[in-house]
């Protein structure tokens, strides 16, 4: 019903920056909150951030909180995740996720949310 696509992933030094992109397409048009949550290489997936539907409320992990940046542009069916001074720490594999049928567990719970992208890389060298 409804596909995610993440991009902008890759290799950059730590101090550095980069911004990940998510494009929502399908029958089903999203209109709820969306999350980004990634994994580590042998770590069981976390939450990252999290946006409302209408943008106005943000959800941050306290590990990026300060360095990362959620946002949407709802005409685009895009979520975006700016990511600032990067550290080693923040190497996973990055997913995001659509919210359409709001539940009970909250945007920071991996069970609040239906759809769910193929991840894209991201890489912070020290």
């Known amino acids: 019903q409804v596909q995610l696509v993440e991009s902008g992933g890759g290799l950059v030094q730590a101090g550095g920056s980069l911004r990940l992109s998510c494009a929502a397409s399908?029958?089903?048009?999203?209109?709820?909150?969306m999350g980004w949550f990634r994994q580590a290489l042998g770590k069981e997936r976390e939450f990252i951030a999290a946006?409302?539907?209408?943008?106005?409320?943000?959800y941050y992990a306290g590990s990026v909180k300060g360095r990362f940046t959620i946002s949407r542009d709802n005409p685009k069916n895009t979520v975006y995740l700016q990511m600032n001074s990067l550290k080693p720490e923040d190497t996973a594999i990055y997913y995001c996720?659509?919210?359409?049928?709001?539940?009970?567990?909250?945007?920071?719970?991996?069970?609040?949310?239906?759809?769910w992208g193929q991840g894209t890389q991201v890489t912070v060298s020290s």
């Open positions: 996720a659509a919210d359409v049928v709001p539940g009970v567990h909250g945007p920071k719970s991996e069970s609040e949310y239906e759809y």
């Open positions: 399908g029958r089903t048009r999203s209109t709820y909150a």
């Open positions: 946006i409302s539907w209408d943008g106005r409320s943000t």
